[in-house]
């Protein structure tokens, strides 16, 4: 009873959840891209608002002069952060498709090491009965065995006081 249990598929448990961590921090690199990406895309329309009313400003001037070199130059430099805003959309409309393909291999991953967990726990509930039934037999033959020896001892010493008797 001193051996303890063992599961053969071992190995394959420990792979298994090696893909899964790898599937994880695969998602967790993603999922950081998605979040620069959303950040950085905030902050180019933050920019784009600032500039807008800084357009709307120079173009809104009661009685002064409007500076055409200026206005073309803001209204240019808003077009350039369109432009960025456009490219980090796309950017972040990728890095969504990916995450949601690396959430698809995690789902995998995961339902993998759970098939040769949930394997692993039903072989050890099984290995559990099978060395406490072992254990009530052993115990059962123990209990048994002082039983003959009792019944032994007092017919011997049943037979030892008849022959003292005659």
């Known amino acids: ?34 979040v620069a990406l959303e950040n950085r895309l905030r902050e180019i329309q933050g920019q784009i608002e600032a500039a807008k009313g800084e357009l709307r ?23 350039a952060l369109l432009v960025q805003a456009q490219s980090t959309a796309l950017a972040l409309a990728g890095t969504l498709k990916r995450l949601e393909a690396a959430r698809g291999e995690l789902l995998k991953a995961t339902t ?3 098939a040769v967990q949930l394997l692993k726990d039903r072989r050890y509930a099984q ?9 009530a037999a052993e115990v059962d033959e123990i209990a048994t065995g002082a039983h003959v020896r009792r019944m032994i001892a007092e017919r011997v010493a049943g037979a030892g006081a008849a022959g003292e008797a005659s």
């Open 1 to 34: 009873m001193a051996r303890g249990f063992r599961f053969q598929l071992q190995p394959v448990l420990e792979q298994r959840e090696r893909q899964e961590r790898e599937q994880q921090r695969r998602v967790a690199m993603i999922e950081g891209e998605r």
């Open 57 to 79: 400003g120079r173009l809104g001037r009661d009685g002064t002069t409007v500076v055409v070199r200026d206005v073309r130059f803001q209204a240019g430099a808003t077009l």
């Open 112 to 114: 993998a090491r759970k």
């Open 127 to 135: 290995w559990r009965l099978e060395r406490e039934r072992k254990e």
